[in-house]
């Protein structure tokens, strides 16, 4: 059993800058593509990036695209989303996702076995 802890969210002007972490509490996350969802009030929860396990090749929502990126942390069995050139649009909870779906399902959140608890990111003037 994988449990993931998501942390870095916060408040932030638009145009800020922030860093996500996902950790796991037991066991590599090596073996697992990782994903980062969002949800924000109202709205159904979004696909944002995903790393594959093989390869390391990365994957991101057109709403993202330029400005996030994800990448592991080998070292900290960690998965990181910096999150630049933030807009009031990105706000949202953000959760981390462990799971091994195949390429075609990447984007699709009932493909990813293990959440996080979800951190808040808000972008406001």
């Known amino acids: 059993q994988v449990q993931l802890v998501e942390s870095g969210g916060g408040l932030v002007q638009p145009g800020d800058s922030l860093r996500l972490s996902c950790t796991a509490s037991e066991g590599p996350l090596s073996t697992y593509t990782m994903a980062w969802f969002r949800q924000a009030p109202g709205k159904e929860r979004e696909f944002v990036a995903a790393?594959?396990?093989?390869?390391?090749?990365?994957h991101y929502a057109d709403s993202v695209k330029g400005r996030f990126s994800i990448s592991r942390d080998k070292a900290k069995s960690a998965v990181n989303l910096q999150m630049n050139s933030l807009i009031p649009e990105d706000t949202a909870v953000y959760y981390c996702?462990?799971?091994?779906?195949?390429?075609?399902?990447?984007?699709?959140?009932?493909?990813?076995?293990?959440w996080g608890q979800g951190t808040q990111v808000t972008v406001s003037s």
């Open positions: 996702a462990a799971g091994r779906p195949i390429l075609s399902a990447i984007r699709t959140s009932a493909m990813y076995y293990y």
């Open positions: 790393i594959r396990a093989s390869g390391g090749t990365t």
